[in-house]
């Protein structure tokens, strides 16, 4: 298995300008979610999902749209970037969505992004 | 909501010695759970050790233990003989059990390096 997957590793961004965020898991886990990662700060949580065809908002969702068409693929869309977003993305990923304490939440080694 | 604090943000500690990392949360749950994650500069965010809130006994993974007291709301995190690959950031985390999006809280992390 490759785990959680993001692309790219690294992106630079104008203001306005748009781009999604890729993140795949080949664990037929239910549960995706996307957290960015500031200075200073730890993980918070922009939009998750607990299956396919199901997403909602998390601590921070503004500025961003997720999908969630297939099990495998949960991509981040920035409609039009601001310098605010400049953060490090993580994607993760559970087995279920009903979480039990045996169950480990997967990370992906995350995208830096930069709006300039 | 909940709010996980780590008053650390930076802490040292010589090789094969112990070194403890703080964290207090605030929350009106009396069900939860609470982690701790390793940062490598790999930027990989790694699960070292988690805990049950309704257990009283302390987890431990080898050299990796936790002192949880639920009443002062406080998980510190001791590593024991303490290796030159735990050079890393520490985040604490907490989630709730009412499965409403398997969602983290982190804390702001502790940037901890090992010295030789």
């Known amino acids: 298995n490759a785990g959680v997957t993001q692309t790219p590793k690294f992106q630079v961004l104008k203001t306005g300008q748009s781009m999604t965020l890729q993140c795949a898991q080949d664990?037929?886990?239910?549960?995706m979610s996307w957290y960015r990662q500031d200075p200073g700060m730890g993980l918070r949580l922009i939009h998750y999902?607990?299956?396919?065809?199901?997403?909602d908002q998390g601590e921070v969702p503004n500025g961003y749209n997720v999908s969630r068409s297939t099990t495998e693929d949960f991509p981040l869309r920035l409609l039009s970037a601001a310098p605010s977003q400049t953060s490090v993305y993580f994607c993760?990923?559970?087995?279920?969505?009903?979480?039990?304490?045996?169950?480990?939440?997967?990370f992906g080694p995350g995208t830096r992004l930069t709006v300039l | 909501a909940q709010t996980v604090t780590q008053s650390q943000p930076e802490m040292s500690v010589q090789e094969a010695e112990t070194v403890t990392l703080s964290c207090t949360y605030d929350?009106?749950?009396?069900?939860?759970?609470l982690f701790w994650y390793k940062q490598p500069p790999s930027r990989q965010m790694i699960l070292v050790i988690r805990?049950?809130?309704?257990?009283?006994q302390n987890a431990t993974e080898n050299r990796f233990s936790v002192n949880f007291q639920k009443a002062a709301k406080s998980f510190s995190l001791k590593i024991s003989d303490s290796q030159l690959g735990d050079t890393a950031m520490y985040f604490c985390?907490?989630?709730?059990?009412?499965?409403?999006?398997?969602?983290?809280?982190f804390g702001g992390g502790t940037r901890l390096m090992v010295k030789p």
């Open positions: 999902s607990v299956g396919a065809g199901i997403t």
């Open positions: 664990m037929n886990h239910e549960y």
């Open positions: 929350t009106s749950e009396s069900n939860y759970y």
């Open positions: 805990q049950e809130a309704y257990k009283q």
């Open positions: 993760a990923s559970s087995y279920s969505s009903v979480w039990r304490f045996t169950d480990t939440q997967y």
């Open positions: 985390a907490f989630m709730k059990q009412d499965n409403a999006g398997n969602m983290l809280t």
